[in-house]
């Protein structure tokens, strides 16, 4: 789920480290609880592709919470749409602790059991650990990976989020990681990139995709025969493309579907980089 907005916060100064426990929602993206003015915990999903944090209008219901006059607009992988936006006094967990939050409502709150969406507006400044295994994310200073770990050097957009170069069949692609995304999905330009025509015999019907927003997309299905995210490389990859345009140039979003096959990655946002675990046996390459 990309989101393009914008949210206004402050956010207390986190310890070095804290981690909270990982849990996934039905369609695989990672979930952690989150207290709202202080009640729940509620859970939602952590979304690394997410500029601002939403929230359901059901749980905006149960909380009595009162839109403000303006609002402000989402745009997502299969669209855009206007948001009400939801003051909030106090929005914290274990990774964080914000006042005076804008939350954005939540367009397509049936795209997920969790009542909202966690952005990246609390995590700029550190870097995001999801490990599988333990089942806890954690909340770091942002710095080199750790030992064990490999790194893949990217770029932080204008709009804050992290892209990095991944290889699809030996041609390069850039990126976005996209925690919110249940499966991985690449756009026309891709599909040209590499060399494929729109008709291809190879691009299977894929069903409908839906977003933050409430609009759907339908995509194709694909098995690439290569994907190499670092010095990894996946083979037999299942890929959907989508029909719609966006102007930008070949892109993927790297979703759980690909990402969680790592037994724990991070994502440090300042050193626009993606940091993975690689297996024991090749933990010193």
Do not use: C
Not at 43 to 60: K, Y
Not at 100 to 112: A, D, H, I, M, R
Not at 185 to 210: F, K, M, S, V, Y
């Amino acid at each position: 789920m990309s989101i393009l907005a914008l949210s206004l916060l402050l956010t207390a100064p986190l310890q070095e480290s804290a981690g909270e426990e990982l849990r996934y929602d039905d369609r695989g993206r990672p979930v952690v609880s989150v207290l709202v003015n202080d009640k729940g915990p509620y859970d939602m999903v952590l979304d690394t592709a997410a500029q601002a944090s939403l929230l359901g209008p059901s749980l905006a219901a149960q909380l009595n919470l009162k839109p403000m006059q303006s609002s402000m607009r989402i745009a997502g992988a299969t669209g855009s749409a206007a948001a009400r936006v939801y003051p909030v006094d106090h929005l914290s967990n274990h990774l964080f602790d914000a006042r005076f939050v804008g939350l954005l409502e939540f367009p397509n709150p049936q795209s997920t059991p969790a009542r909202g969406i966690l952005g990246m507006e609390h995590f700029a400044t550190r870097k995001l650990l999801f490990d599988r295994i333990a089942h806890r994310v954690t909340v770091l200073p942002s710095g080199p990976a750790e030992s064990g770990f490999a790194t893949l050097a990217g770029k932080r957009r204008e709009d804050g989020l992290v892209q990095v170069p991944v290889k699809i069949n030996g041609v390069t692609i850039e990126a976005l990681i996209d925690t919110g995304a249940a499966v991985s999905i690449a756009n026309p330009a891709a599909l040209a990139a590499l060399g494929w025509e729109p008709d291809d015999a190879r691009l299977q019907a894929g069903g409908e995709i839906r977003g933050a927003t409430s609009s759907t997309n339908t995509v194709r299905r694909a098995e690439m025969d290569t994907l190499a995210i670092g010095p990894a490389t996946l083979r037999h990859v299942p890929l959907y493309f989508s029909p719609q345009a966006d102007g930008e140039g070949p892109m993927l979003i790297l979703g759980t579907d690909l990402l969680r096959l790592f037994e724990a990655f991070a994502v440090d946002f300042p050193r626009a980089e993606l940091q993975i675990r690689l297996p024991a046996r090749n933990a010193k390459q």
